[in-house]
């Protein structure tokens, strides 16, 4: 990649200049993310000190044949052999020629960090905070976890996803299949045959997925794509799904309440049904915990979510709630009853209404 960088900025500065070179098609493509400069990776492996969990290369050795998802080759990765010889190669004492290689991929980087500013906005921030090996027998894996920080206050606690290399490899895949234009111009880290539990390669991918993401979140079409919304919200809404039914109502509300953070800075225009079945469960992990105000809060949230619209299958539930938090709290219970009592005189609910964790338990997410 160094000499193909080189030659990049060899062909600007022959030019007018570097504005010139800014306004050429070259400055119109994403860089590639699959493959960073040593100086990067060692950066990166710096910044995830201590939160880095890594096997030792003998463990890397004996588990390159057990099928994980990450030990599949691509058709142009090169194999173990030349690999492991071009990095000995990069790695050897530098002459003053490759020194000045350095110094003008470094430049050519420092121009990229400057114009994608301009040419490809973005609106989420994503930053790998932790890589852990994951060994779940016969399988052997790493799971990344990613703080997303979107626009709002500098002091709020950013939502955080955990996933791993075949995670991103399926919405990528998924994209390319449905977006053949847009994700032409967006790398992905390619698959390799050893080195995969490496500290040098998983910061190499951390910084990759990073800047795959930030890509997606900068196209329009892609940010508002059901496969990236699903990638976000989905397995977060699955868990806590999964732990309110079981009871486990103070690990179910974190992820409850994470799911919501996430699809307030998603911003996606998704429909109210995630929102309000995230704003349920909320409801639900506040009531059973002795929270009422906080329970309430979430329903008077999905009231203004809901409006007066048509008639959702969550609005009497809903109502239901608000109506007996608010008799339990001292409030005014009025108008939250008047509009149940409606809904209920012309058939559109039962009565008694089911309750938010009924429909809540009931709910295929999928």
């Avoid at 703080?147 to 606690?157: E, F, L, N, S, T």
């Avoid at 995969?196 to 079409?221: C, D, K, W, Y």
């Avoid at 800075?265 to 049904?273: E, K, M, T």
Wanted: with cysteine; glycine share 6%.
């Amino acid at each position: 990649m160094a000499s193909r960088l080189l030659h990049r900025l060899r062909h600007a500065l022959a030019s007018d200049g570097p504005g010139e070179a800014a306004a050429g098609p070259e400055a119109e493509q994403f860089p590639e993310t699959s493959e960073l400069e040593d100086d990067d990776a060692e950066g990166l492996s710096s910044r995830l000190s201590g939160t880095l969990s890594f096997t030792s290369a003998e463990d890397d050795e004996d588990d390159e044949d057990e099928g994980e998802d990450d030990e599949e080759v691509g058709p142009d990765s090169p194999s173990a052999g030349d690999r492991t010889s071009g990095e000995d190669t990069e790695r050897s004492p530098p002459p003053d020629g490759q020194r000045g290689s350095q110094l003008l991929t470094r430049q050519l980087q420092d121009f990229w960090k400057k114009s994608r500013n301009t040419l490809v906005p973005q609106r989420l921030l994503f930053e790998v905070t932790s890589a852990n090996v994951v060994k779940d027998p016969p399988s052997k894996y790493v799971l990344y976890t990613l703080a997303v920080m979107g626009p709002g206050p500098p002091d709020r606690q950013p939502a955080q996803i955990s996933r791993r290399y075949s995670d991103f490899e399926r919405l990528h895949r998924n994209l390319q299949r449905q977006f053949r234009g847009p994700m032409a111009a967006i790398s992905f880290p390619r698959k390799r045959l050893r080195r995969n539990f490496t500290a040098e390669t998983i910061a190499r991918r951390s910084r990759a997925f990073e800047q795959f993401l930030g890509h997606l979140q900068a196209v329009p079409e892609l940010r508002h794509a059901p496969d990236l919304q699903d990638f976000f919200v989905l397995p977060e809404l699955q868990r806590a799904q999964s732990l309110t039914c079981t009871g486990l109502y103070r690990e179910a509300l974190a992820l409850w309440a994470n799911a919501w953070q996430l699809q307030t800075q998603l911003d996606a225009p998704s429909g109210p049904d995630r929102p309000l079945l995230t704003l349920a469960g909320l409801a639900v992990c506040h009531q059973e915990l002795e929270d009422p105000v906080e329970a309430r809060a979430c329903c008077e949230k999905a009231l203004q979510l809901l409006g007066d619209k048509s008639p959702h299958t969550l609005l009497a539930p809903f109502l239901e709630a608000h109506v007996r938090l608010s008799w339990r709290l001292g409030l005014d219970k009025r108008h939250s009853e008047a509009r149940l009592q409606a809904l209920q005189e012309a058939g559109l609910t039962p009565t008694p209404p089911p309750s938010l964790k009924e429909l809540l338990i009931k709910e295929v997410l999928g």
